[in-house]
């Protein structure tokens, strides 16, 4: 199997390379497999993103997380988006598999803190991500934040957004729908 999906990385679509580091992920999640590591620099925000879920899964160092900022504060819409959806990815492997290491990657952990910004960020797809990634995370302390942005946010499409992830639910939203 594992052969095959090397086979799947060296294929020139984007969407089967990426897949292909993904599969990696859930089959092969803490084993080190150097050949990836060069992926999360690729032009590809998917291939680069899941290579950074992968190499986190391996070994959660400072590069990895220094590569995830650089994304997160000044990649292109999608790089910043992919970013995202790494940290809530990330995160909630940490959480489910060791909740205590996770609570040790400060740096990691601070870059959640870009959080409410980014959920009104001019984009959609980047103000989705965002708010998956924090619900991923589960921190009390992020969520009372963002229920702060929730509880004065008129934005009828952000509401909808918190809605969908998050299951809250506005007055004036639902009496209008």
Known sequence: MEKLFFQAVAIKDRRVRA???ELFTRFFPDRELLELRPLVRDDDNRVSANALIK?????????VISRIEERVRGG?????A??????????????RHDPL???TK????RLFELIPDLVTHPNAMIRRQALIAAHKLQSDVLDIRLRELFSVCGDPDLLGLFASVYGWKNEALAKAA
Request: aromatic content about 14%.
């Open 101 to 103: 290491f996770l609570g």
């Open 55 to 63: 190499a986190a899964c391996e070994r959660f160092d400072e590069k």
């Open 82 to 95: 992919s970013a995202l959806h790494a940290m809530g990815e990330i995160a909630l492997y940490y959480r």
């Open 19 to 21: 897949n292909a580091v």
């Open 76 to 80: 292109s819409v999608a790089h910043v």
């Open 106 to 109: 400060l740096s990691f952990l």
